[in-house]
């Protein structure tokens, strides 16, 4: 519904989870392919406000150092380690690496 409204009818969107309790990681994305397949829009879930190890890792008020094609760029700690852990699954269900995701887009854990 809220994706007619904005303009995606016909868009697929899978949700990509990764949860690993010891290390604070309660990764949300979603990525959201328009029905051509042109174009793509990834989202991060924010904090889960029931979730207390949600909280404590965004207590990690840290940063951590990327490089960015030439440029040096500091990004939040905790954000970046739920960045660096759904990753590799969201890069396999991005456009271009296979067949777009399509109108029943499975959910990836």
């Not at 190890?53 to 970046?80: K, P, Q």
């Not at 271009?96 to 499975?106: C, D, F, T």
């Amino acid at each position: 519904m809220i994706m007619t409204r904005l303009g995606l009818e016909g868009s697929a969107c899978v949700r990509i989870t990764q949860t690993i309790d010891a290390m604070f990681i309660f990764s949300t994305a979603y990525l959201v392919q328009s029905g051509c397949g042109r174009a793509a829009i990834l989202c991060y879930r924010g904090t889960e406000t029931a979730n207390l190890g949600n909280w404590l890792a965004d207590a990690d008020v840290g940063s951590d150092s990327i490089t960015l094609g030439s440029d040096a760029l500091v990004v939040h700690a905790g954000f970046h380690r739920n960045v660096q852990a759904a990753r590799s699954a969201i890069i396999d269900c991005s456009p271009g690496s296979g067949p777009p995701l399509g109108p029943r887009a499975a959910r990836r854990s």
